[in-house]
């Protein structure tokens, strides 16, 4: 069974730093592409950030120099390392799973956290 659990959420005042995990058990991260996406009350689903198998990174234009995704392949974790928090980034976080490039269009998956949530505000 593929489980991804988010971890590190909480609530922080504007302008602090928090760190989310993802851990995953049953899935290799090294062979997927990971994103962080995140979901407000109100809003769009939004990809935050995002990491490929093979390590090229993408990060939405609100969170750019702010937040950093990156992958441990030996503990099979994403992290998101958020800085300069501000109120919108308030929302649910979730990881997000799907195949790499490297194994083909027949492999179909689409696997996802639980969530764990961010609230900024003084």
């Known amino acids: 069974q593929v489980q991804l659990v988010e971890s590190g959420g909480g609530l922080v005042q504007p302008g602090e730093s928090l760190s989310l995990s993802c851990s995953a058990s049953g899935i290799l991260f090294a062979i997927n592409n990971v994103g962080w996406y995140r979901q407000a009350p109100g809003k769009q689903r939004e990809l935050v950030a995002s990491?490929?198998?093979?390590?090229?990174?993408n990060y939405a234009d609100s969170v750019k120099g702010r937040f950093t995704i990156s992958r441990d392949n030996h503990k099979n974790t994403v992290y998101l390392h958020m800085d300069n928090l501000t109120p919108e980034d308030t929302a649910a976080y979730y990881c997000?799973?799907?195949?790499?490039?490297?194994?083909?269009?027949?492999?179909?998956?689409?696997?996802w956290g639980q969530g764990t949530q961010v609230t900024v505000s003084s």
């Open positions: 997000n799973v799907r195949p790499g490039s490297m194994l083909g269009s027949e492999v179909k998956y689409d696997y």
């Open positions: 990491i490929s198998s093979d390590w090229h990174t």
